[in-house]
């Protein structure tokens, strides 16, 4: 049998119908990763906003292709302090981490962050290890929605996403 989905299943369309909104909502991983600064954080860091977090590398295309259309999201909501965008890149190698900075420079407002041991990709549920992985947990902190694969997170499905999310409490 399928797995039961949420109530968020109904965002599941457009560039988004490979959404995975499973009716169980596990908290995200208890594991440290960095800043742009190079300081430890975690997942716990944002309790009580709404999180979009996007595993990515230079090496994944459509990771690169996906980046602009979190940007938009991310500049659409900056009024919001409730809503983060979370790019955490996972190349284990200084020089991608050096060429993620690079990249990710260009796309204002998104900020930097980093888990150069690559085990983060498999740490949620889903594909393992498969690129861009976007997770989206709500303000306690639990995964309420995940995709892998290139989607457009500034399309009007994926904001009514964030919006229903937003608008739930803490």
């Known amino acids: 049998a399928a797995p039961a ?16 909104t499973p009716a169980e909502t596990p908290a995200a991983p208890d594991y440290g990763f960095k800043d742009r600064d190079g300081k430890p954080t975690s997942f716990a860091a944002f309790r009580g906003k709404v999180v979009v977090v996007n595993l990515w590398a230079m090496w994944c295309a459509p990771c690169r292709t996906e980046m602009p259309t979190l940007a938009r999201l991310a500049t659409a909501y900056a009024a919001n302090p409730d809503l983060v965008v979370l790019p955490i890149n996972v190349d284990a190698t200084p020089d991608g981490l050096a060429d993620a900075k690079s990249f990710i420079d260009v796309h204002e407002p998104l900020p930097l962050y980093s888990d150069m041991t690559f085990k983060l990709p498999f740490l949620f549920p889903g594909s393992a290890g498969a690129m861009p992985k976007t997770v989206i947990l709500d303000k306690q902190g639990r995964i309420r929605a995940s995709f892998t694969g290139e989607a457009d997170w500034s399309s009007p499905e994926a904001r009514a996403l964030v919006d229903v999310l937003l608008a739930e409490t803490a």
């Open 5 to 20: 989905k949420s109530e968020l299943a109904r965002f599941a369309q457009g560039s988004l119908t490979r959404l995975e």
